[in-house]
């Protein structure tokens, strides 16, 4: 199976500064020239809700302050700037092999 | 606008069964493949099963492979999974998902529905 490792488990970020998350994969999720890997937002009480699918790609209603990058076993998700509404959980996901599998999340906080 | 709606969760005794129904309306059901995925109270998140879209093909992790089973009725725009062998982890939020046929990621998600197994 591979293992997502999420760091850091949490990080509190001042209102209009950058935040960045870390997911890396134990085994590259590279198939075709594509990265299948996915980010999701979490909020409590909440469904996850999916914000970046294929590593770059922002899910339409998504507001451009969230942005993806990264390929084969390296991936960030970046919210730039990061506003009171953006506190949650942010998970990260492979599509490319099966047991399709999650990273452990990302608690984000406002300082 | 995009709905999926679980139900059937419950208490159960291990070793005990049950069956959870999702029911989707807001798009064409039958052209997408749809998922279980699951939360545990330790707000991991875990993939439990996937059907084709027309329901040929079902797929499953091994801690699932043989406990439960995944289907789906096109012309009632539901899907179930039916769960046997229940174990105390398998206690959970479920989660009705639908899979974004172009990159595999799920890209809508119903409330859940909270399954407990305990004696």
């Known amino acids: 199976d591979i293992v997502l490792t999420q760091s850091p488990a949490s990080l509190a970020v001042s209102l209009g500064q950058r935040a960045t998350i870390s997911c890396r994969a134990s085994?590259?999720?590279?198939?075709?020239?594509?990265?299948?890997m996915h980010w999701y937002q979490q909020k409590p009480g909440q469904p996850p809700k999916l914000l970046i699918y294929r590593a770059s790609n922002l899910e339409s209603g998504i507001p451009a302050r969230f942005s993806g990058s990264g390929s084969r076993t390296d991936f960030t998700l970046t919210i730039n700037p990061v506003e009171a509404d953006d506190v949650a959980t942010y998970y990260c996901?492979?599509?490319?092999?099966?047991?399709?599998?999650f990273g452990g999340g990302t608690k984000l906080e406002i300082k | 606008e995009v709905m999926l709606v679980e139900s059937g969760g419950g208490l159960v005794k291990p070793g005990g069964s049950l069956k959870l129904s999702c029911a989707a309306s807001g798009f064409t059901f039958s052209s997408y493949a749809m998922s279980w995925v699951r939360q545990t109270p330790e707000k991991r998140l875990e993939w439990v099963a996937t059907?084709?879209?027309?329901?040929?093909?079902?797929y499953y992790p091994d801690s699932v492979k043989g406990r439960f089973t995944i289907s789906r009725d096109n012309a009632k725009n539901t899907l179930y999974l039916q769960m046997s062998s229940l174990r105390s982890e398998d206690t959970a939020m479920y989660y009705c998902a639908r899979q974004d046929y172009r990159h595999g990621g799920f890209d809508y998600w119903g409330q859940g529905t909270t399954l407990t197994v305990s004696s």
């Open positions: 996901q492979q599509s490319n092999e099966d047991p399709y599998t």
């Open positions: 059907i084709s879209s027309g329901g040929s093909y079902t």
């Open positions: 085994e590259s999720v590279d198939s075709y020239g594509n990265s299948f």
